[in-house]
């Protein structure tokens, strides 16, 4: 089937389409456009990007696409579907983000119709007009669309060794951040801390204790990685240091995205979005279990759970360190995100800044598990969907991201 003839059943039965894209009344060219592209992080809007194509064509020296051109899906394309809006196409390589009309993602079904039948496809293919040549002709520059006898020199995926959705995030995840001076009215921003258990008294961690003389320049270059230790019980005035010196809040503000807090390590805007949960095994004066950290006013909050659960969690959290240790870590520290605090604010490039907010709490408690004369591992992976029901977690709004154990 012509894709225009498509199309023009689908206006048919989408008249509201025209209005939802803001942009001009012809039906035959609101199909034909891109509503917004993205390139580099500058937007660039509806009637500047059509005004420019020829220009972008001279710098190109692609000109006007013939019937015999053959034309491919870009290699890395990656496509958001979205049930209130229109669909996104993500091209990492390039650092484009473009959000197409209807008729435009229809087109990209259409090339990738025949493209996974090991097959371009030709104007010949779709049926020839202008407003098709001026579409084609844009997403060629914009690298949606690739020419058959430059796809070989665009096909190199030996490089970064990385999947198609890890390139892309990688690659997007310094694009964009470009967000408004305050909240959007209607968006909610969420508290600094939320207790999962409100009902449940929590514990008072006593003030920290620390060695005397543990010297900054030796504690940093005799940090390591250590994927077993002995069997002791930690003090829980040692614990009390790890969790004071890294995430405990100092201090308190309102910003014009809702709560900041202050804390030791950084965090983008102070947004902090990680929260931690401890699994105590061997701890002086705290009973076996799971526990949620308090950062406002340093304290434990302890979980409804079986005995047991926290020595499964634990199990399940070491069997990432390849060759499981003899002895269970006598505490596991659950770090988990709630990506909002964080994306209220800075939205695209949120991922990005969770990670490093979690790079920043790792290194601080290396540090600290050093001058504290314990030994720990960063854990990178674990069976997150695990450990997220053993915590309990609405998983729409927290996620499990990483971990720490210690002997």
Not at 383 to 407: H, M, R, S, Y
Request: charged share 20%; net charge negative.
């Amino acid at each position: 089937m012509v894709l225009d003839k498509r199309i023009h059943a689908i206006e048919g039965h989408h008249p509201e389409f025209y209005h939802l894209a803001n942009l001009t009344t012809n039906p035959s060219e609101t199909f034909w456009k891109a509503v917004y592209v993205f390139q580099e992080g500058e937007l660039l809007s509806e009637s500047v990007c059509c005004a420019s194509a020829m220009m972008l064509d001279e710098k190109s020296g692609l000109g006007k696409p013939s019937m015999t051109d053959r034309f491919w899906l870009a290699e890395d394309i990656v496509i958001e579907l979205h049930t209130d809006g229109f669909p996104t196409i993500v091209l990492p390589g390039a650092r484009h983000r473009l959000q197409l009309g209807l008729g435009s993602f229809l087109l990209l079904c259409e090339v990738a119709c025949f493209n996974s039948e090991g097959r371009p496809i030709t104007l010949e293919d779709l049926g020839n007009s202008p407003n098709l040549l001026q579409l084609i002709t844009q997403l060629v520059d914009l690298r949606v669309l690739v020419e058959e006898d430059k796809r070989k020199e665009n096909n190199d995926k030996s490089s970064n060794l990385l999947s198609l959705l890890e390139w892309a995030t990688i690659r997007m995840s310094q694009v964009g951040g470009c967000f408004a001076p305050s909240l959007p009215k209607g968006r909610k921003a969420p508290q600094r801390f939320r207790a999962l258990n409100n009902g449940i008294r929590s514990r008072a961690l006593p003030e920290p204790e620390v060695p005397i003389g543990a010297g900054l320049w030796d504690t940093l270059a005799a940090r390591r990685s250590c994927r077993s230790g002995p069997k002791r019980t930690i003090a829980i005035t040692l614990l009390s240091a790890l969790l004071s010196y890294s995430l405990r809040i100092q201090s308190v503000a309102e910003g014009n995205f809702g709560e900041i807090s202050f804390r030791p390590v950084a965090s983008g805007g102070a947004r902090h979005p990680i929260d931690v949960f401890v699994a105590a095994l061997r701890v002086s004066e705290l009973e076996e279990g799971i526990y949620q950290y308090n950062p406002l006013i340093h304290h434990l909050i302890p979980f409804d759970v079986s005995s047991d659960t926290a020595a499964t969690l634990s199990k399940v959290t070491v069997t990432a360190l390849g060759d499981m240790p003899d002895i269970l870590p006598a505490i596991t520290l659950f770090f988990t995100a709630v990506p909002a605090r964080t994306a209220c604010k800075y939205e695209d490039i949120s991922l990005s800044l969770i990670m490093k907010d979690l790079g920043c709490i790792t290194q601080q408690l290396y540090l600290l598990v050093q001058g504290l004369g314990l030994t720990g591992c960063a854990i990178g992976s674990a069976n997150p969907t695990a450990i997220e029901k053993g915590l309990g977690l609405d998983t729409k709004q927290e996620v499990f991201v990483g971990g720490f154990v210690l002997w």
